[in-house]
């Protein structure tokens, strides 16, 4: 099977596509991940074929983000990157070919935006033509209403699998989403379930922190820069030291100065998720899908700080099921709210019996596997299942 894959958006967008992707190729099918150029290499290491999708280059996206910071509405947040760029992207990709190209000879189309495609490539707005593939939610919806307005339509669900990239107990406990008459397959969250990235050998300096005391709070912005550097190490030194902790901040995409005070805070560069958070006493996050699954299967309880809207949406799953301990404001968070909530993530017996339980639930849940059988079966029957 030739699987076609369109992956817009930031670095975490693609990850998601690019497991699901190498469990595909794992089981001897031919994949192509359609992404930024500034991807191509990360798309290359995966061992899958790269394709371009738009012509934006990192530094109008990074733009994009700085442009999302203090004072607006994280609904807006939102609404401006999909605008602004995952938005612009498409129709570039539309325009010069590209999506026509990738759908072409392609035996099964997945989106990471919930676009349903013809065989010429173009969005899928007729009943005819449409090209089998599967659309992933991982981001929740603000509400269930929101679900009915997106693909795949009624006329296309024969041939448009809907899978979910997260844990049916925790968002979907009594079979809501079902009622707006679409059959959701919830698989899980997907995450690399493989021994952890080894050999993977810490930085000497990260190192020697980690040795030097006990597990450190994780800190973890992750694509989202839209905020002031040199304020947030202030917030997390200061925090630490009211909570008596140490941390270490992960800062993805964003320019974070040196430490003030580095016994407190060691600032990293880039380290797996799934290698420093089992080390880690909790995590602080911003709510997105990577982070989420991470901490849970990490067993670590989360304190959240949604950049967007969808990351506040994923923070009050966390608070309902007892695993996060608080949705803090980016704009009006003080390190007396922050010391608090990371004191109640290490050391609550009620968030520690939840995250345990937690922890043992998505272990448990297939995740990408099962995605990629269902992706198997619905080829296989040809756009049913």
Same mark, same amino acid.
């Given at each position: 099977?030739?699987?076609a894959?369109?992956?817009l958006?930031?670095?975490?967008d693609?990850e998601?596509?690019?497991?699901?992707g190498?469990?595909?190729?794992r089981r001897?099918?031919?994949?192509?991940v359609?992404?930024?150029s500034f991807f191509?290499?990360?798309?290359r290491?995966s061992g899958?074929?790269?394709r371009?999708?738009?012509? +934006?280059?990192?530094?109008?996206m990074l733009?994009?983000?700085?442009?999302m910071?203090?004072?607006m509405?994280p609904?807006?947040?939102?609404?401006r990157?999909?605008d602004g760029w995952?938005?612009?992207?498409l129709?570039?990709?539309?325009g010069?070919?590209q999506l %026509?190209s990738?759908?072409a000879?392609?035996?099964?189309?997945?989106?990471?935006?919930?676009l349903v495609?013809?065989?010429?490539?173009r969005l899928?707005?007729?009943?005819? +033509?449409?090209?089998?593939?599967?659309?992933v939610?991982?981001?929740?919806?603000?509400?269930?209403?929101?679900l009915?307005l997106y693909p795949?339509?009624p006329?296309?669900q024969?041939d448009?699998?809907?899978?979910?990239a @997260?844990s049916?107990p925790?968002?979907d406990p009594?079979?809501? #989403?079902g009622?707006?008459g679409?059959?959701y397959?919830?698989t899980g969250?997907?995450?690399d379930?493989?021994?952890?990235p080894?050999p #993977?050998?810490?930085?000497?300096?990260?190192a020697?922190?980690?040795?030097a005391?006990?597990?450190p709070?994780?800190?973890t912005?992750?694509?989202?820069?839209?905020f002031?550097?040199d304020?947030?190490?202030?917030?997390?030194v200061?925090?630490?030291?009211?909570?008596?902790?140490r941390?270490?901040l992960l800062p993805?995409?964003?320019?974070?100065p040196?430490?003030p005070?580095?016994d407190?805070l060691?600032?990293?560069?880039e380290v797996?998720?799934?290698?420093l958070?089992? %080390?880690?006493?909790?995590?602080?996050?911003? +709510?997105?899908h990577?982070?989420?699954a991470?901490a @849970?299967h990490a067993?670590k309880?989360?304190v959240?700080?949604?950049h967007i809207?969808?990351?506040?949406t994923m923070?009050?799953?966390?608070m #309902?099921?007892g695993v996060g301990t608080?949705i803090l404001?980016?704009d009006a968070?003080?390190?007396?709210l922050?010391?608090?909530?990371? @004191?109640l993530?290490?050391?609550?017996?009620?968030?520690?019996?939840?995250?345990g339980r937690w922890?043992?639930?998505?272990?448990?849940e297939p +995740?990408v596997?099962?995605?990629?059988?269902?992706?198997e079966?619905?080829h296989?029957?040809?756009?049913?299942d």
């Open positions: 099977m030739r699987v894959t369109l992956a958006g930031t670095r975490g693609l998601l596509i690019l497991l699901l190498r469990e595909l190729r001897g099918h031919d994949v192509v359609a992404t930024s191509a290499e990360q798309v290491r899958l074929d790269w371009p999708a738009g012509s +934006g280059d990192r530094e109008r733009a994009i983000l700085r442009s910071g203090q004072g509405p609904q807006a947040r939102a609404e990157f999909l995952c938005g612009r992207e129709v570039d990709a539309a010069s070919g %026509r990738l759908v000879g392609a035996d099964y189309v997945v989106s990471n935006l919930k495609f013809d065989r010429e490539g899928a707005d007729r009943g005819a +033509g449409i090209v089998p593939g599967a659309v939610t991982y981001d929740p919806p603000a509400s269930l209403a929101d009915s795949p339509l006329w296309q024969r448009v699998l809907d899978l979910v @997260l049916q925790m968002f009594a079979g809501a #989403w009622t707006w679409k059959r397959r919830f969250f997907w995450t379930l493989s021994p952890a080894l #993977w050998d810490p930085p000497p300096a990260l020697g922190f980690l040795a005391g006990p597990a709070v994780a800190f912005p992750g694509s989202m820069i839209g002031d550097a304020a947030l190490v202030g917030l997390l200061d925090a630490l030291r009211l909570a008596g902790l941390g270490v993805g995409w964003a320019e974070v040196v430490s005070a580095p407190l060691h600032v990293a560069g797996p998720y799934r290698w958070f089992p %080390r880690s006493a909790c995590v602080v996050h911003r +709510g997105s990577g982070a989420t991470a @849970l067993g309880a989360s959240v700080v949604p809207a969808c990351q506040e923070g009050k799953a966390l #309902w099921a608080a404001d980016p968070c003080d390190a007396t922050l010391a608090r909530a990371m @004191l993530a290490v050391s609550d017996p009620a968030v520690a019996e939840a995250v922890q043992a639930t998505v272990a448990a +995740g596997v099962l995605a990629a059988d269902l992706i079966r619905h296989e029957c040809g756009g049913t």
